[in-house]
């Protein structure tokens, strides 16, 4: 292969990724900046939210509970140290809330949600239900991605704050009930650090944004998939893992704008 | 002139390729109102692509396709889905949606298209199922189905809101003799009873010349020969018809993909 047409296919594969995110851009507008339907829409979404958010709740409700215990444990043996035990209870509900929730949350609804959302999809294009829908007068984008968007955002920012609370119930445990953390100080240490604009709001910002992107990707594999076995396994995968790592970079930029 | 001597669908000089495959080059056809149009011609050579056109999910590359007067392509969303609501497909899968019930597969576009009440449209639901013999599986899910049910399903959902135009995409394909029996005789008497305008999409020949009442045969992009079953029959003249119409393995359309010489490639194996 000759050095043009190097520079040929790497052109081309920049243009193809600026028609793929062009692509993308068009799907989430036509599904999303259309005047709701309340009648029809709500069952829809009402129905997404428990597939999508409450059929996450287990994995992100025991790994919360874990994610606090592990922290705490290791926080206190820090801690510990320097006499400072005391403030385990920030220590602990600061990271779940500034970092772990958002972050470790998003990545178990990419995981959990996001891969079924996409292997859903592209079954329903490769049985041609799509087109079906599109035969049928029924827009696929109002019908199947508006409700399956709005369903991700909703819960994941929900699950968030689950996810979070577990963990520092989780903390409290290990804490307080194990190491003998003084109950009282353990609490009021923990209230008076956390502040609501700085922490909290942050943490449903971050995970709002996570929410977006990573159902976004969901959604677009499962549209874009190529309609065979091979292509919907591809496409599952590429969910996981492009989510994962938008995740984890939109992260650092977000956290660089809000403490940096 | 009256609206019923206008065909409905007039496909005209139309191009449509995929990458840099021609699948049409300069096609045009009509579809006469109130007939059953047979399109036929081999495996791959776009026959869905054609119906896909028609229905304005693909664009075409030039040329271009008129439903009832008005350009399929030319026409803005909102004009589209109107056009669709007056005609209908059963896709060759069935395309049944998976999560629903046969019952609410067949009431859903009622439900989206419709202000009726849920009484109303039970009965028509029931009316369909009925006309389709399934009146019985109206509880059963798609999973549940044998798959000339299931086509027979999708086909009293593609009737549910009674469209002018129904376009049927291989329904033969992959039945056994008797569910094919039944897809025959359900779309002749449908088209008759509904005087619908039946477009049927396939390379079954014995089972199409039975029901059509006006065939265009296609191969290699082009429209190689049109007219009644019995003219099809009676062009002998015509040798890639011939092949077709009555399965000859080798002839104007080749037995081998285009290959290099044989006895060439067998002696520069090594190389």
Same mark, same amino acid.
């Given at each position: 292969?000759?050095?043009?047409?190097?520079?040929?296919?790497? /052109? *081309? %594969?920049?243009?193809?990724?600026? @028609?793929?995110?062009?692509?993308?851009?068009?799907?989430?507008? +036509?599904?999303?900046?259309?005047?709701?339907?309340?009648?029809? +829409?709500?069952?829809?979404?009402?129905?997404?939210?428990?597939?999508?958010?409450?059929?996450?709740?287990?994995?992100?409700?025991?790994?919360?509970?874990?994610?606090?215990m592990?922290?705490a444990l290791?926080g206190y043996t820090?801690l510990v140290?320097?006499g400072t035990e005391e403030s385990l209870g920030? #220590?602990?509900?600061?990271?779940?809330?500034?970092?772990?929730?958002? =972050?470790?949350? !998003?990545?178990?609804?990419? /995981?959990?949600?996001?891969?079924?959302?996409?292997?859903?999809?592209?079954?329903?294009?490769?049985?041609?239900?799509?087109?079906?829908?599109?035969? #049928? !007068?029924?827009?696929?984008?109002?019908?199947?991605?508006?409700?399956?968007?709005?369903?991700?955002?909703?819960?994941?920012?929900?699950?968030?704050?689950?996810? $979070?609370?577990?963990?520092?119930?989780?903390g409290h445990l290990v804490g307080v009930e194990w190491k003998g953390i003084d109950h009282g100080s353990f609490w009021?240490i923990?209230?008076?650090?956390?502040?609501?604009?700085?922490?909290?709001?942050?943490?449903?910002?971050?995970?709002?944004?996570?929410?977006?992107? =990573?159902?976004?990707?969901?959604?677009?594999?499962?549209?874009?998939?190529?309609?065979?076995?091979?292509?919907?396994?591809?496409? $599952?995968? &590429?969910?996981?893992?492009?989510?994962?790592?938008?995740?984890? @970079?939109?992260?650092?930029?977000?956290?660089?704008?809000?403490?940096? | 002139?009256?609206?019923?001597?206008?065909?409905?669908?007039?496909?005209?000089?139309?191009?449509?390729?995929?990458?840099?495959?021609?699948?049409?080059?300069?096609?045009?056809?009509?579809?006469?109102?109130?007939?059953?149009?047979?399109?036929?011609?081999?495996?791959?050579?776009?026959?869905?692509?054609?119906?896909?056109?028609?229905?304005?999910?693909?664009?075409?590359?030039? /040329?271009?396709?008129?439903?009832?007067?008005?350009?399929?392509?030319?026409?803005?969303?909102?004009?589209?889905?109107?056009? *669709?609501?007056? #005609?209908?497909?059963?896709?060759?899968?069935?395309?049944?949606?998976?999560?629903?019930?046969?019952?609410?597969?067949?009431?859903?576009?009622?439900?989206?298209?419709?202000?009726?009440?849920?009484?109303?449209?039970? $009965?028509?639901?029931?009316?369909?199922?009925?006309?389709? +013999?399934?009146?019985?599986?109206?509880?059963?899910?798609?999973?549940?189905?044998?798959?000339?049910? &299931?086509?027979?399903?999708?086909?009293?959902?593609?009737?549910?809101?009674?469209?002018?135009?129904?376009?049927?995409?291989?329904?033969?394909?992959?039945?056994?003799?008797?569910? #094919? /029996?039944?897809?025959?005789?359900?779309?002749?008497?449908?088209?008759?009873?509904?005087?619908?305008? %039946?477009?049927?999409? %396939?390379?079954?020949?014995?089972?199409?010349?039975?029901?059509?009442?006006?065939?265009?045969?296609?191969?290699?992009?082009?429209?190689?020969?049109?007219?009644?079953?019995?003219?099809?029959?009676?062009?002998?003249?015509?040798?890639?018809?011939?092949?077709?119409?009555?399965?000859?393995?080798?002839?104007?359309?080749?037995?081998?993909?285009? @290959?290099?010489?044989?006895?060439?490639?067998?002696?520069? +194996?090594?190389?």
């Amino acid at each position: 292969m000759g050095l043009v047409d190097r520079i040929a296919s790497l /052109g *081309r %594969s920049a243009i193809d990724m600026v @028609a793929g995110l062009g692509r993308a851009g068009l799907m989430l507008w +036509g599904a999303v900046f259309r005047v709701p339907r309340i009648r029809k +829409g709500t069952p829809l979404l009402v129905k997404q939210i428990y597939v999508v958010g409450v059929q996450s709740m287990v994995i992100v409700l025991v790994s919360g509970l874990f994610i606090g215990m592990v922290l705490a444990l290791q926080g206190y043996t820090i801690l510990v140290d320097f006499g400072t035990e005391e403030s385990l209870g920030p #220590m602990v509900a600061l990271s779940l809330l500034r970092e772990l929730g958002p =972050v470790v949350t !998003a990545l178990l609804f990419a /995981g959990r949600a996001g891969s079924a959302l996409t292997a859903e999809i592209g079954l329903m294009k490769s049985t041609e239900q799509l087109s079906s829908l599109e035969m #049928m !007068a029924i827009d696929p984008l109002r019908q199947v991605i508006a409700p399956r968007f709005w369903a991700g955002v909703i819960s994941m920012p929900l699950l968030a704050l689950m996810f $979070t609370a577990v963990g520092i119930f989780g903390g409290h445990l290990v804490g307080v009930e194990w190491k003998g953390i003084d109950h009282g100080s353990f609490w009021s240490i923990l209230q008076a650090s956390v502040e609501w604009r700085q922490d909290i709001v942050n943490c449903l910002i971050k995970s709002t944004a996570f929410a977006v992107v =990573v159902t976004w990707i969901a959604l677009y594999r499962g549209y874009q998939v190529i309609p065979n076995p091979e292509g919907i396994s591809r496409a $599952t995968t &590429q969910t996981v893992v492009q989510s994962s790592l938008a995740v984890l @970079a939109l992260d650092f930029l977000l956290t660089a704008i809000m403490f940096g | 002139m009256t609206q019923h001597s206008t065909p409905l669908v007039e496909v005209r000089n139309l191009g449509f390729r995929r990458g840099s495959r021609v699948i049409y080059d300069d096609i045009s056809l009509t579809i006469p109102r109130g007939k059953v149009t047979a399109i036929m011609g081999p495996s791959g050579i776009g026959k869905t692509t054609l119906l896909k056109l028609i229905g304005g999910q693909l664009v075409p590359d030039s /040329g271009e396709v008129l439903f009832d007067g008005q350009n399929v392509h030319s026409a803005s969303r909102s004009q589209l889905f109107e056009m *669709r609501k007056r #005609m209908s497909m059963l896709f060759q899968s069935g395309a049944l949606f998976t999560d629903m019930n046969v019952f609410d597969n067949v009431a859903f576009a009622l439900r989206e298209h419709t202000q009726l009440s849920e009484e109303i449209i039970r $009965t028509l639901v029931l009316m369909k199922l009925e006309a389709v +013999g399934l009146r019985g599986a109206a509880d059963l899910v798609p999973n549940e189905l044998s798959g000339g049910m &299931q086509r027979r399903a999708a086909l009293a959902r593609a009737i549910a809101l009674e469209p002018e135009m129904v376009m049927y995409d291989e329904p033969f394909a992959g039945q056994d003799p008797i569910s #094919m /029996g039944v897809l025959v005789k359900l779309i002749r008497e449908l088209s008759h009873a509904l005087n619908l305008t %039946s477009v049927v999409v %396939s390379h079954d020949v014995a089972e199409v010349m039975s029901i059509a009442d006006y065939v265009y045969v296609i191969a290699e992009k082009q429209v190689i020969a049109r007219g009644t079953p019995d003219e099809l029959r009676g062009a002998t003249d015509n040798a890639q018809l011939m092949q077709f119409l009555q399965g000859e393995p080798d002839g104007p359309v080749p037995f081998h993909f285009p @290959a290099k010489d044989f006895s060439e490639e067998l002696a520069n +194996g090594a190389g």
